[in-house]
Structure formats: structure tokens, C-alpha cells
């Protein structure tokens, strides 16, 4: 009987003493927000503040991009040629590529108000214009804001192929003719002889999906994979892929197909 009784009181102090502990824990998770002993029926949704160093200094919160903005971390600079050779000083190869980690919303038709969707998603590599962007000390790692028309071409994959590339919006990707730097004799033209021009034909390898009209729907693009084109001097934007050279063009700047 003794033993009863002793157990008994063992068995409500113990009780009494996980009811005050479950009670300091309720107390402790609500003053700091958490949901972590809330019944999944009423579990609300938080926001997550996290500390970051935008230039230096701590901000709250994450950085995050409005209107048709893109946050891409910069792709590191190269110092060694594909052939093994050092490079250094003034002569490293800065790329004007890197991963996209944040875009904003999209921006909308200034007349219709009818928003334009983003052509990219965290996670995907995207390769710009040489002088677009604002470049930013982000999270100690150089980053740059673009606007989503600066992205030329846009992949997956840690490494830029042709077979991961895609181009945006009214684009097409030209793989150009290397003919043109040569003579009717097959001698390649210096390029002190060339006088600043550039092949302006190529083969289309990519075409983009086409540009949105202020009625929402697609206007696609009136040029196919294989065919060959004719744009104005100097309106593409060259690309390097797998040591190939290739031009991304809008399709207002292609003057004739064949």
C-alpha cells in the first residue's frame, strides 16, 4: 500500500512538472513568432527575416528586385585560358554572365497595365550585355542588377551550351557566317582591314518565344531554326559558346531570310 501511494505522488509531480515545462515552451515559442507548437489547422504563415550585407552594411531582410529588375551573382573573373596559359592583371577575362538569385515581379504594359511575365527564375545562368547592369557587393560576392531586356541568352546547367542555351522574348540566336572574314582567295582579314564591320549573316540556331502585345497574347517570331539571315551591321550582341561565335539578334533588326 505504501508503495501505491509513494508512486502515486512520484507520478503527479512529474506530471505537475511537464505541464509547467509545456507551458514555459508555448510561452517562449509565442513570443518569438514560431508556429512550432500550433495545431497544423492553424498554423499561419510567417515571414522569414534573414540579415545580409548589401555594400558593407547589414540590412534586414533579403534583397529582393522590383518592377523588371534581375539580382544575378557574377560569374567569377577567369584567369587562365582554355589552353592552361595564366592571365593576369588587365588581362583577365571578366565574364558578363552568373546565376540568377532573385527577380522582381515584371513590368507592366504602360497602356493596357497587363504584366509582362519575367523570362528567367532563380537558378537559371544568364549571360548580358558587356555595359549593362549596376554591379552591387552583395553577401560578400560581386552582383548586378540587369533588367530583364538585357538578357541575351538564358541556361541551365552550371556550364553555357548550345544545347542548354534558349534565348528570350523576340530573340534569335545566329550562329554567324566566318566566311565573311575571309577573301574570295580564302585569306582571313585582319582585323586592322576590316574597318570595324562584322559578319552580319548567319544560320538561326535558337529563336525566342516572341514579345508579348499589350493584349497579353504572343506575337511569335517569323523565323525558324535553320534559316539563314540578314541583320543590320553592328545590331547583334556577340556570344561566346563552347569557343563558337554567335550573335543574338532581335527579330526588328533582321532585314531578310533565305
Same mark, same amino acid.
Request: charged residues 25%.
Given at each position: ?83 592552361? @596559359?595564366?592571365? !593576369? ?8 554572365? &552568373?546565376? #540568377? %538569385?532573385? +527577380? *522582381? =515581379? /515584371? $513590368? ?80 582571313? @582579314?585582319?582585323? !586592322? ?8 549573316? &548567319?544560320? #538561326? %540556331?535558337? +529563336? *525566342? =518565344? /516572341? $514579345? ?47
Amino acid at each position: 500500500m505504501v508503495v501505491l501511494l509513494m508512486a502515486k505522488t512520484l507520478l503527479t509531480r512529474d506530471i505537475k512538472t511537464m505541464t509547467k515545462l509545456s507551458c514555459c515552451l508555448l510561452a517562449l515559442a509565442a513570443a518569438h513568432g514560431c508556429n512550432a507548437f500550433v495545431a497544423p489547422g492553424n498554423a499561419r504563415a510567417t515571414d522569414v527575416r534573414l540579415d545580409a550585407k548589401l555594400e558593407g552594411r547589414d540590412i534586414d531582410g533579403v534583397l529582393t528586385p522590383t518592377n523588371n529588375f534581375v539580382l544575378v551573382k557574377v560569374a567569377d573573373i577567369l584567369d587562365e585560358t582554355e589552353g592552361g @596559359i595564366l592571365l !593576369t592583371g588587365s588581362a583577365k577575362i571578366k565574364k558578363t554572365e &552568373g546565376k #540568377v %538569385v532573385a +527577380v *522582381g =515581379p /515584371g $513590368r507592366t504594359h504602360q497602356e493596357s497595365g497587363l504584366l509582362f511575365p519575367m523570362p528567367v527564375v532563380a537558378g537559371e545562368g544568364v549571360v548580358y550585355g558587356k555595359y549593362d547592369g549596376t554591379e552591387i557587393d552583395y553577401e560578400s560576392g560581386k552582383h548586378t542588377l540587369i533588367q530583364d531586356t538585357d538578357i541575351l541568352v538564358k541556361f541551365t546547367g552550371d556550364e553555357l551550351t548550345l544545347e542548354s542555351a534558349d534565348v528570350v522574348s523576340d530573340n534569335v540566336l545566329v550562329k554567324v557566317d566566318a566566311s565573311e572574314e575571309e577573301t574570295a582567295s580564302g585569306l582571313v @582579314i585582319a582585323a !586592322t582591314a576590316k574597318k570595324g564591320s562584322r559578319p552580319s549573316t &548567319g544560320k #538561326v %540556331v535558337k +529563336v *525566342g =518565344p /516572341g $514579345r508579348m502585345a499589350a493584349n497579353g497574347e504572343i506575337m511569335t517570331v517569323d523565323i525558324a531554326v535553320d534559316d539563314y539571315v540578314k541583320f543590320r551591321d553592328f545590331a547583334g550582341n556577340e556570344v561566346q559558346i563552347s569557343g563558337e561565335e554567335y550573335a543574338v539578334v532581335r527579330m526588328t533588326d533582321i532585314l531578310a531570310k533565305f
